[in-house]
């Protein structure tokens, strides 16, 4: 129903930046909602951020004041900018897209941060 394809990972040095993208096709009108999650080797699946169509963004704690989740309805794309970033951010980012009856991950894009 809905594909999404993530890009902009990498490496990068702590304090450094990155952004990552999120492209959306398919039935992108079932989207109400959509953010990216990380996991870091033997940790669960985490929710970083989040931003619904009508724009309202919730930001798990520990990316508070340094992540910004946005979105370009023309593009259909989701953007999280990551500033200061830190080795404990170092994880596969994955997109979601969330709608009535159903909810789609992308690949995943590994961001790793080095001290």
């Known amino acids: 129903q809905v594909q999404l394809v993530e890009s902009g990972g990498g490496l990068v040095q702590a304090g450094g930046s990155l952004r990552l993208s999120c492209a959306a096709s398919?039935?992108?009108?079932?989207?109400?909602?959509m953010g990216w999650y990380r996991q870091a080797p033997g940790k669960q699946r985490e929710l970083v951020a989040a931003?619904?169509?009508?724009?309202?963004?919730n930001y798990a704690d520990s990316v508070k004041g340094r992540f910004t989740i946005s979105r370009d309805n023309a593009k259909s794309t989701v953007y999280l900018q990551m500033n200061s970033l830190k080795p404990e951010d170092t994880a596969v980012y994955y997109c979601?897209?969330?709608?009535?009856?159903?909810?789609?991950w992308g690949q995943g894009t590994q961001v790793t941060v080095s001290s």
């Open positions: 979601n897209a969330q709608g009535l009856g159903f909810g789609s």
């Open positions: 398919g039935s992108i009108f079932k989207i109400s909602a």
């Open positions: 931003i619904t169509r009508g724009g309202t963004t």
